[in-house]
């Protein structure tokens, strides 16, 4: 049977990587996660002295041929980032990280480096993507694109809880804040801006449960690929 291309885009903390990762387990596909890779040249940017992602954008540009991200399979069947070989999946979970991420991200050079990357490891399908442009640049031919929202106060709760349990204490008014700074940039950015394919599904999943919005999108899977069994 034909294994498709899978792009998932969407808002920040709209559950993608959830989503995108029981799809991949249902579907028996490959899962990548590229935001994980834009957090990781952020944090390689962090520990290499760049504080003004904006100014330094030369020294970032500069640090690239140094940045190589794989994923590794854990034993329990989970996959994590690593940086150069060292496994950094916890440390691209941070806040600052994240806030790095949706920086670096809008600068062309980046997303060049990252695009390409991303397009080797799928090029032979089977894969299940998100991002903020996966349906739009990364694989604008993939099979099958959905689109991921959710309101902006929906979207900053899920987040401050994730860092409650991760046992930071974030400041809920800090933590929607962010969440609108990253969605102006993802949208605004002129590389590759946030935006929904033409082609795309829509899901918002603003008031639905995990289990709810996961039947919903296997539905929508398994229609696609029906036709290619």
């Given amino acids: 049977m034909k294994q498709i291309i899978v ?13 995108a990762k029981q799809l991949a387990q249902y579907a028996g596909y490959r899962y990548i996660d590229t935001g994980a890779m834009y ?34 399979i854990q034993p329990d069947g989970t996959q994590h980032v690593t940086l150069n070989g060292e496994d950094v999946e916890k440390q691209i979970r941070t806040l600052e990280v994240g806030n790095g991420a949706s920086q670096i991200a809008v600068i ?3 997303r060049r480096y990252l695009v390409a990357q991303q397009q080797q490891m799928g090029k032979n399908g089977g894969i299940v993507m998100d991002g903020r442009d996966i349906g739009t640049v990364v694989f604008p031919e993939a099979e099958l694109k959905l689109f991921l929202t959710a309101s902006p106060e929906v ?19 800090d933590v929607l804040a962010d969440v609108n700074d990253r969605d102006y940039r993802d949208t605004h950015r002129a590389e590759s801006p946030l935006k929904q394919a033409a082609d795309a599904v829509v899901v918002d999943n603003s008031i639905m449960t995990r289990e709810e919005q996961m039947e919903a999108i296997i539905g929508i899977f398994d229609n696609k690929i029906r036709p290619l069994r």
Avoid at 8 to 19: F, H, L, Q, W
Avoid at 42 to 60: G, M, P, T, V
């Fill in 7 to 19: 792009a998932i885009d969407g808002y920040s903390s709209c559950g993608k990587s959830t989503i």
């Fill in 39 to 72: 957090r990781a040249a952020a944090l390689f940017a962090i520990r290499n002295k760049i504080s003004d992602f904006s100014s330094q954008q030369s020294d970032i540009i500069a640090l690239l041929p140094q940045v190589h991200i794989d994923f590794a």
């Fill in 108 to 110: 062309p050079e980046v």
């Fill in 155 to 173: 979207r900053a709760e899920r987040r401050y809880k994730e860092l409650i349990e991760k046992g930071e204490q974030p400041v809920m008014a």
